[in-house]
């Protein structure tokens, strides 16, 4: 079973700060993605992540995947009211074809940026 | 148009209950979850259909049954509710492969009573 640790599990901030969020597993996986939720709402994809020492960048958000492909990292650079939310990562397993997508998630990192 | 769509939103009911979820997907995938949210807001998978086959069956009692009558739909009956039962359900759909995207539908929130 693949695990994925994700840290830190709460995160309260003011506006205007940076943060990072962890993801880490002793598995590899083919890809990553990453997930925000919002209360009352699905996750909604914001990146997938597929090729070890991957960095990708989305507005004020920088997406990293691991050279090993087993830890990635989420920093938001200036963080504003509208990123709080529910940051998820999850992992998939190429099964040579037949994982049909099946993700591990990690247990979500609780953002709150305060005005 | 909603890309994935899960009636009800909430759900309260009875221990001893049964209720059945239900989720639509317009995106044309071949492949639909079943998820379960619980209080710390982990995110584990339930069921995985394939093309109207079931392809994932992860541990889960069989007081649940999925049933898909066709490859947009994925509909959850729970027999017997229990106390635990209690979290938020979410539907899914993706392309199937390794890397493909979740799109969620918006959760059923259900409370066992």
């Known amino acids: 079973t693949q695990l994925l640790e994700q840290s830190p599990q709460f995160l309260s901030i003011q506006e205007g700060e940076n943060l990072t969020v962890y993801c880490n597993s002793s598995?590899?996986?083919?890809?990553l993605q990453w997930y925000r939720q919002e209360p009352g709402e699905g996750p909604v994809l914001l990146v997938t992540?597929?090729?070890?020492?991957e960095v990708k960048k989305l507005k004020r958000l920088t997406f990293q995947f691991g050279d090993a492909r087993k830890d990635s990292s989420l920093h938001i650079t200036a963080a504003q009211p509208g990123d709080t939310g529910l940051y998820l990562c999850?992992?998939?397993?190429?099964?040579?074809?037949?994982?049909?997508?099946?993700?591990?998630f990690g247990q979500g990192t609780i953002l709150t940026v305060h005005p | 148009d909603t890309a994935v769509s899960q009636t009800p939103k909430y759900l309260v009911t009875q221990m001893g209950n049964d209720k059945s979820i239900k989720c639509e997907q317009n995106?044309?995938?071949?492949?639909m979850y079943w998820y379960k949210q619980d209080s710390k807001k982990f995110l584990k998978i339930m069921f995985s259909?394939?093309?109207?086959?079931?392809?994932i069956n992860e541990t889960v009692p069989n007081r649940f049954s999925p049933k898909s009558p066709d490859k947009a739909h994925l509909n959850l009956h729970i027999n017997s509710l229990e106390l635990g039962d209690s979290a938020v359900y979410f539907c899914?759909?993706?392309?199937?492969?390794?890397?493909?995207?979740?799109?969620f539908g918006n959760g059923t929130r259900l409370t066992v009573t």
């Open positions: 899914a759909s993706s392309l199937g492969t390794g890397d493909s995207p979740l799109h």
């Open positions: 598995s590899v996986f083919s890809s």
């Open positions: 992540v597929v090729t070890g020492g």
């Open positions: 999850a992992g998939a397993v190429d099964a040579g074809g037949t994982s049909y997508g099946k993700l591990t």
């Open positions: 995106l044309g995938h071949d492949t």
């Open positions: 259909y394939n093309n109207k086959e079931l392809i």
